[in-house]
């Protein structure tokens, strides 16, 4: 870089750096991490997405100046059509950036994107996009544009976009666990909702209702991003398009862990666009691999997480794992200073109670999920 780019570099990085340490919610942290790099990278549009590390799928969305009512369009080019600089594709870089000018050789035209969305219906020309990684997996996504007559995104932006790449998805990996889930209302059971092939809500129970407010949506209106992501994440690997699972954790704004699942109906007139989603309470294993990951854990420190969890002492997991019991204590004070705690009970808690403890005491079902309550 030169040097004007390095000192705009690191005072980018120092903003970022400040935002990631204050530990705030992921609400807060999103915000202010777009406002910041609006400041570094100027665009006309933009949106930062929190996504599933699992699977890439979108969990949340921080936009500006974009509208909702375009949300399958954007979800349909993203999982059903192959195209340049598909974030499935961007997160394998060394660098996880890409310019649509640069990456088609100043022939943008040849994005379906670009030729069917961004020109016609954003009245944008010029798109930057990066996924942010952190520890291995993507946490958070960038799409920011800037319109037809403006400058393009450069090579210089770009870099500078890469170089705070991973202090934004550690930042967006921390604040995943920054806050508790609230006194929510007790488990509903499976919520099932029927999206049909315009994208729009052809069928959903009194439980699917509740649902999907609780992740800011309502019937009549568009569905939120991460539904709709789902759905064209389903259709194109029934398709064969694709190999990511149609499935994905979401954290509800009240702090609960959701697991959404979705599948095309068989033998609908509409192709197969018919799609059933159920959403559901998270299970324990679903919220410990999450939150063991947005920890940053090995995967030694999860298997020994995993027995911790389930009450093992120290000798019992050195056992198990054909460890000693020094070496169970030395990973138990790294998984500690990781997750901010100082002893088991702690890591429990931040682990496992901060979204359980509501209902400890309830009936479990088999597969480990608390039993719906009584209505």
Avoid at 11 to 20: C, E, M, N, Y
Avoid at 69 to 74: G, I, K, M, R, T
Avoid at 142 to 163: C, I, N, W, Y
Wanted: net charge neutral.
């Amino acid at each position: 870089m030169a040097s004007m780019s390095a000192a705009r570099a690191e005072r980018l990085q120092r903003s970022l750096s400040s935002l990631a340490r204050a530990g705030g919610p992921l609400d807060s942290f999103a915000w202010d991490a777009l406002d910041v790099l609006g400041g570094a990278v100027p665009h006309d549009l933009g949106c930062l997405a929190m996504t599933d590390p699992a699977t890439g799928l979108v969990t949340r969305t921080f936009k500006v100046g974009l509208p909702d009512h375009l949300d399958s369009e954007v979800a349909r080019f993203e999982y059903e059509v192959d195209d340049v600089n598909l974030f499935r594709d961007l997160v394998h870089r060394p660098c996880p950036v890409g310019v649509l000018d640069l990456d088609t050789g100043g022939r943008p035209e040849r994005s379906a994107r670009w030729r069917e969305l961004l020109v016609p219906q954003f009245g944008q020309a010029h798109e930057l996009r990066s996924v942010f990684r952190s520890g291995g997996a993507g946490w958070g996504l960038l799409a920011v544009f800037r319109p037809s007559g403006a400058t393009g995104f450069s090579p210089d932006e770009a870099a500078l976009v890469g170089h705070v790449a991973t202090l934004i998805g550690g930042g967006l990996r921390a604040a995943l666990v920054a806050s508790t889930a609230s006194d929510a209302e007790s488990s509903t059971g499976p919520a099932v909702l029927v999206v049909g092939a315009d994208d729009r809500l052809a069928q959903l129970t009194a439980a699917g209702e509740r649902r999907l407010a609780e992740l800011g949506g309502a019937p009549g209106s568009v569905l939120p991003l991460p539904l709709l992501s789902v759905v064209a994440a389903a259709r194109a690997f029934a398709a064969g398009r694709s190999a990511v699972p149609p499935r994905l954790r979401v954290r509800a704004p009240s702090g609960q862990f959701l697991v959404v699942h979705a599948a095309p109906l068989a033998g609908t007139t509409a192709g197969g666009r018919d799609v059933v989603l159920t959403v559901e309470e998270a299970c324990p294993p679903d919220v410990v691999s999450l939150v063991a990951a947005a920890f940053g854990l090995t995967e030694r420190e999860c298997d020994i997480v995993t027995h911790a969890l389930r009450g093992a002492d120290t000798q019992e997991i050195a056992r198990r794992l054909y460890l000693s019991p020094y070496t169970v204590q030395d990973h138990l004070k790294s998984i500690f200073d990781k997750s901010g705690v100082r002893s088991r009970r702690e890591l429990v808690s931040r682990i496992f109670l901060d979204q359980y403890a509501p209902r400890l005491g309830s009936a479990l079902t088999p597969s480990g999920c608390f039993r719906p309550a009584p209505r």
